[in-house]
Every structure is written in C-alpha cells, then in structure tokens.
C-alpha cells in the first residue's frame, strides 16, 4: 500500500492469495492506494483513496415475524462525513446432533466417553452471500434506521436453540457505493424482464502493464465497526425447526456372536467401530441398549445421519451406527472377552 507522499506501507502474504498489514496509524489527510504485482510481473494500480473510518453501529435488533424473524441495523453519523454504507455478517448457531453419543472407540475398543469430549452440542456457522448496501445521501438526516440486513425463516434450524450474528459495517465513498451498486444489480437482480440488463463494471483497479485489460473490482481504506447480538430459543414463538436429521434412525444391528460350530466369535463392531482392528471407516456408538434390572446388552446409533460438523471449532464426524452387543461388566467394554449364547 502506498500513500500520495509516496510511503510504503508492505503486506505479508499468509496464505495463497491473503495478504495482512500490521497494524496501521493512517494519516486522514492523505490518501492511499494498492500496488500489485503479480508473479509473471504484471503490474496494477488502484487509484488513490481517502480514508474513510466508519462510524459506530447503534444497535442491531431482530423483529418476530410470521414466517421467522429480520435482522436490522441501527446507525448515524453525527459528523456527517458519511453517507455511503456496506454491510457483511457472519452467523454462528448451536444445534444437536440425532443421538447423544456416550460411547466412543479408541481404536482397539468401544470406551464411556469423557464429558469434556461430547459431541451432542455442535456450532453451524455461515456468512453473508449477498451484497447489503444503503445510503442517506438523499435522507434529510443522517440516520439509518431498520436497515434489514437478513432474514431467517422459522424452520431454520439456526433458531433452534441459540443463534448469534456478528455485523460488520463498513464507510463507502460515493464511487464505491455505485460501483457495489452496480455489482449488486449485475449478479442478484437479473431474474425477471424488468431488470436491469447486465452492463460493464468499472472499478477503480488498474493494469499499468496492458491499460486495456479490464480489471474488476474496488479498493477502500479505512475501519470498519462491528456489532454482535445473540437470539435464544426462548425469545421466538414456539417454533418447531425442520429436523436436520429426518432420516436418521436406529436400525442397524451389530452383533458379536458365535457362528454355529464356530470357535471364534464374529466381531461386527471391530468390522464397523474399532479403526484399528479392521473398521475402515469407523462409525460412532451412540447410547447402551439395556432391560430393567440387567446390565447393558449394547449400545444404539444409525447409520443415517453421517456427516461433518463443528464441534467447539473442530471438525468431527457425527455418524452413528446401531450396535447390539454383550459387553462384560467394566467401565471400558471390552466386547472381545465376552461370549454370547445368541
């Protein structure tokens, strides 16, 4: 990044493609751009820019409606120096898989699975996909108010339980607000005759290497301002959310058994569940089967519902698999010293 006093500002490549500053102490009287150049030494320019801080958000609010709930924003700027706005958001919900799983495999056998490793309570997250854009450019006050940024609809599993969204506004020039502008009508509002037909996007990047290349896209400098609230199940109707699992049911049963005449038993759960004894992509044990008065005869999942989640940040399977075995009597059960008459 370079200033119109011609002082660099160098960015660090973290990964393919993302570039990163440190933090900057930007001088708003001057102006910035973005120097490019590539790794086959083709040069670009965006032009110069002023800074342009965004001011506060004033609140982010939702309304109950009868098909889910709206999400708005709230701001003004008191120094009037903005009139242009753009917002994106990131949504971030808690959601529980089919079955509680209590059991898990350490590879060589099925284990009571430690409380600080569930796997019921799993996060959902996504970010915004359209462009949201508004002005007070023609407004008698500079003042936004239910600026709706989404929509959630009441069968979202997203409302489920808690759902939280973080909103991050940023300050546009009027240049940049027409170029977002006709972005916006060139990729989410061509689905009938009465849109604007597609047209040339001009922003303000540049190829000093061949000038009539057309570059597409916009440089902006300043901050941005953030705001985040959290929605629980409690505050919304009584909604009933679409199941995310509608087919996930337990109807596998695993069996360790003897074959008639056998000598060796048939371990179905090393096949499907123990990864180091066979199981080539293990399923997860889910809950014991049992009969009042009798200790565990097995233990419940389906097949159904595999699939990735995140768990706390991580990744995990959330795969279950219905198992019917006799383990003996241990904290750790052990299905391979246990011989059954089924």
């Given at each position: 990044m370079q200033s119109?006093?011609?002082?660099?500002?160098p960015l660090t490549e973290t990964t393919n493609g993302y570039y990163v500053s440190g933090?900057?102490?930007?001088?708003?009287?001057?102006?910035?751009r973005l120097s490019i150049k590539t790794s086959n030494n083709e040069q670009y320019y965006s032009d110069y820019v002023p800074v342009l801080n965004s001011p506060p958000i004033d609140s982010v609010n939702f309304t109950i409606t009868n098909n889910g709930i709206n999400i708005y924003s709230n701001t003004h700027d008191a120094t009037n120096n903005v009139k242009y706005y753009r917002w994106d958001f990131q949504e971030t919900w808690i959601f529980h898989s089919n079955y509680d799983s209590g059991f898990y495999s350490n590879g060589d056998t099925v284990l009571a699975r430690p409380a600080n490793e569930q796997i019921y309570t799993c996060w959902g997250n996504d970010t915004s996909s359209t462009i949201i854009i508004n002005s007070t450019a023609k407004l008698s006050k500079n003042v936004l108010i239910d600026n709706l940024?989404?929509?959630v609809p009441s069968t979202s599993i997203k409302l489920g339980s808690e759902y939280s969204i973080l909103v991050r506004q940023y300050a546009l020039t009027a240049d940049a607000y027409t170029?977002?502008?006709?972005?916006?009508?060139?990729?989410?509002q061509l689905g009938s005759i009465f849109d604007a037909q597609p047209s040339q996007i001009n922003g303000n990047i540049h190829s000093a290497t061949?000038?009539?290349e057309p570059v597409i896209g916009y440089i902006s400098v300043?901050?941005?301002s953030s705001q985040r609230i959290f929605i629980k199940n409690r505050q919304l109707p009584a909604w009933l959310p679409t199941p995310a699992y509608p087919n996930c049911q337990l109807d596998t049963e695993l069996y360790v058994y003897y074959a008639p005449g056998a000598k060796t038993p048939v371990n179905q759960v090393?096949?499907?569940?123990?990864?180091?004894?066979?199981a080539q992509f293990p399923l997860?044990?889910?809950?014991?089967?049992?009969?009042p008065g009798s200790p565990p005869l097995g233990i419940y999942g389906s097949r159904a519902c595999l699939r990735g989640l995140y768990i706390k940040g991580n990744k995990h399977s959330t795969g279950f698999l219905e198992i019917l075995m006799q383990p003996n009597h241990k904290k750790s059960i052990d299905y391979e010293k246990y011989h059954t008459n089924h």
């Open positions: 119109d006093q011609n002082i660099n500002f933090g900057l102490n930007l001088d708003n009287s001057h102006k910035y940024l989404t929509s170029f977002w502008t006709n972005l916006k009508k060139n990729t989410e061949n000038p009539l300043g901050t941005t090393n096949e499907f569940i123990n990864y180091n004894k066979g997860i044990p889910v809950s014991p089967i049992s009969r």
